[in-house]
């Protein structure tokens, strides 16, 4: 199909499945979604399944944040739901990383199934320097870089961050780790809770891999019309 860019995943941010496939049948020209929380918990996991039978790619967003054996387990369940890309915090520290790296490796392997991507969660988007203080981390870009490069240390393909950190990743860690971007905002759309935003043709001319859109796209009034400038936007760059 043409007007298709799997370098956009649309967050699929719903309290319904029902809702969801709605969306993902107004625009056939998205293969990739992200299931998150909120769609996971109301879907009871089915939307995974449902989006796979559909022949979408999958990012699954639970970001895990616990012990390493915890975190390890829960990723074999996540290798094993076939999902494309899912992700951890990268605040959970070396060993929890380096052991979920571990069981993914081996869940595919045991599963004969292709290895997901697994990403770390740096700062998050609708963070700003001032909410970092109120949690004891005094300086942003530090810690960003800091958090990339024990993922990357810890054997992870690569991580979430702002598109605002993207040149200070590509510096840290080097072309091929991969870099997914939410807090992208169209110059036509409002920013909401994302405070850490640029726009997709600027998060991919910066070395984004991937750029993940939600509110923008499925609150629209229309949708695919929305998906479509997202989609000629990014086909301006390479
Ligand atoms: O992991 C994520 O996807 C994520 C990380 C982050 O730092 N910021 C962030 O906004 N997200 C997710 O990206 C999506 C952004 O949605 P919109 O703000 O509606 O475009 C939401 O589903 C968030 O859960």
């Known amino acids: 199909?043409?007007?298709?860019?799997?370098?956009?995943?649309?967050?699929?941010?719903?309290?319904?499945?029902?809702?969801?496939?709605?969306?993902?049948?107004?625009?056939?020209?998205?293969?990739?979604?992200?299931?998150?929380?909120?769609?996971?918990?109301?879907?009871?996991?089915?939307?995974?399944?449902?989006?796979?039978?559909?022949?979408?790619?999958?990012?699954?967003?639970?970001?895990?944040?616990?012990?390493?054996?915890?975190?390890?387990?829960?990723?074999?369940q996540a290798v094993a739901q076939g999902a494309t890309i899912?992700?951890?915090?990268?605040?959970?520290?070396?060993?929890?990383?380096?052991?979920a790296a571990q069981a993914v490796q081996e869940q595919a392997e045991f599963l004969q199934v292709r290895k997901p991507l697994l990403l770390a969660i740096t700062v998050l988007t609708s963070m700003d320097e001032e909410d970092l203080k109120d949690i004891g981390l005094p300086d942003l870009r530090r810690t960003v870089r800091a958090w990339a490069k024990l993922a990357q240390e810890s054997g992870l393909d690569g991580v979430v961050a702002s598109p605002q950190e993207i040149?200070?990743?590509?510096?840290?860690?080097?072309?091929?780790?991969?870099?997914?971007?939410?807090?992208?905002?169209?110059?036509?759309?409002?920013?909401?809770?994302?405070?850490?935003?640029?726009?997709?043709?600027?998060?991919?001319?910066?070395?984004a891999d991937y750029i993940v859109v939600g509110r923008p796209i499925t609150q629209a009034q229309d949708p695919r019309l929305a998906a479509l400038r997202i989609i000629e936007e990014l086909s301006t760059v390479s």
Not at 49 to 72: C, Q, S, W, Y
Not at 86 to 99: C, N, Y
Not at 171 to 197: H, M, N, Y
């Open 167 to 207: 040149s200070l990743i590509r510096e840290t860690c080097g072309p091929d780790f991969k870099i997914l971007c939410p807090g992208v905002r169209p110059s036509w759309a409002e920013a909401g809770d994302q405070k850490r935003i640029l726009t997709p043709r600027k998060a991919i001319e910066l070395g």
């Open 86 to 99: 899912f992700d951890v915090h990268a605040a959970g520290g070396r060993e929890m990383l380096s052991k």
């Open 1 to 76: 199909m043409k007007n298709t860019d799997k370098r956009l995943i649309v967050a699929l941010d719903f309290p319904t499945w029902g809702e969801a496939e709605k969306l993902v049948n107004q625009v056939p020209e998205v293969m990739f979604y992200k299931v998150g929380l909120e769609l996971y918990l109301a879907s009871r996991g089915e939307a995974v399944v449902k989006l796979r039978e559909m022949g979408k790619e999958v990012f699954l967003d639970l970001k895990f944040h616990d012990i390493p054996n915890t975190v390890a387990q829960a990723s074999r």
